[in-house]
């Protein structure tokens, strides 16, 4: 599914990319969080389109997009990404092959792997980043010339995740508007006892640095005070 908030024309590239493997089905679900005019979607694709009358924020407006379809397998893919060809075959061939795993993520291209996924990240790597002092988190490690290796997280541009697993876990954690409802969501399907892989061959293209991101664009005391809100039940949830 993929959600969309005054995209223009990156949300058709983004839906394209979802449907240009013939060997994976699809089906494309748009929920459109009160853009200021109808969502652009490519002609030749069927996609169910969900317009809310007001924005519901990320977590809110997915959960309600992948209640919409009951596919095995669930995609978020964010609306200024694209899939590169082979992409979803590689993610969907990972869970398939392993039902320990819970979720996939892909590379980035052009970014370096640590930029998207790795371990947790703690309160002074958000913060850093947030302050543009660094844009990657800490990485794992992993086996040379390896085609998959474990993860802690990996950043909701893109996440193909077992439709049970979503299920169990509850799906995202509605009281996040905007982040880090993709690290909450993957630190409790770790908890859940599922894996989350990264794959090589998965690639997708994404802008580095999301809107909102730092602390200082527009809407990032709205996303400082979700992280507070993350850590703090961290730290709650923490074995003394």
């Known amino acids: 599914m993929v959600l969309t908030w005054n995209d223009g024309p990156l949300l058709a590239t983004a839906v394209a990319s979802a449907v240009v493997d013939a060997e994976i089905m699809t089906t494309i679900v748009v929920v459109d969080n009160a853009s200021d005019t109808e969502p652009a979607l490519p002609a030749a694709t069927h996609v169910t389109l969900r317009r809310n009358d007001e924005n519901r924020g990320v977590a809110a407006g997915r959960n309600q997009g992948v209640a919409l379809g009951d596919s095995p397998l669930v995609l978020l893919l964010d609306s200024d990404a694209e899939l590169e060809p082979g992409c979803l075959r590689a993610l969907a061939t990972t869970l398939a092959d392993d039902p320990s795993i819970g979720m996939a993520v892909p590379v980035y291209a052009?970014?370096?792997?640590a930029a998207t996924a790795g371990r947790t990240p703690s309160l002074a790597r958000k913060a850093a980043r947030g302050f543009g002092l660094t844009a990657n988190y800490r990485g794992v490690r992993r086996p040379p010339?390896?085609?998959?290796?474990?993860?802690?997280?990996?950043?909701?541009?893109?996440q193909l995740i077992r439709r049970d697993a979503w299920a169990r876990v509850g799906g995202l954690d509605e009281a996040f508007f905007y982040g880090p409802e993709d690290v909450d969501f993957c630190v409790r399907l770790r908890d859940a006892g599922y894996r989350i892989v990264q794959r090589a061959d998965a690639v997708c293209r994404h802008p580095a640095r999301r809107r909102n991101r730092s602390l200082f664009a527009p809407g990032g005391l709205r996303h400082a005070r979700a992280l507070a809100r993350f850590y703090a039940g961290r730290m709650r949830r923490s074995p003394r």
């Open 110 to 113: 052009g970014q370096p792997v």
């Open 145 to 158: 010339d390896a085609t998959t290796w474990n993860v802690d997280f990996g950043i909701g541009a893109c």
